[in-house]
Nanobody, 114 residues
Framework: QVQIAESGGGLVQPGGSLRLSCLVS????????MSWYRQGPGKERELVAT????????VYADSVKGRFTISRDSAKNSAYLQMNSLTPEDTAVYYC???????WGKGTQVTVSS
């Protein structure tokens, strides 16, 4: 069974940056697309970004375009989310997700506050 573990969340001031990491167990990581979702207080879970397994374009939510960058390192079974110019509206629990296996991590909390 696939296990997914997010890390890198924390408290950051507005305008700051964080880099989230997603580690996936097993050797199947490289063949699947990966996504980051988030769920803010009182909000529904929403897609933040998706990166394909190999060829193809990454996809971003309009609210994070130009500020967030998704990447992956298949050799390390890991995906990343670089978040810059953070605002309080980015406060949420961020989840890593493998769509092909419908598998979620437990999430990592990001709080943007002064």
């Amino acid at each position: 069974q696939v296990q997914i573990a997010e890390s890198g969340g924390g408290l950051v001031q507005p305008g700051g940056s964080l880099r989230l990491s997603c580690l996936v167990s097993g050797s199947i990581f490289g063949i699947y697309s990966m996504s980051w979702y988030r769920q803010g207080p009182g909000k529904e879970r929403e897609l933040v970004a998706t990166i394909p397994s190999s060829r193809g374009a990454t996809v971003y939510a309009d609210s994070v375009k130009g500020r967030f960058t998704i990447s992956r390192d298949s050799a390390k079974n890991s995906a990343y989310l670089q978040m810059n110019s953070l605002t309080p509206e980015d406060t949420a629990v961020y989840y890593c997700y493998l769509p092909a296996l419908n598998s979620w991590g437990k999430g990592t909390q990001v709080t943007v506050s002064s």
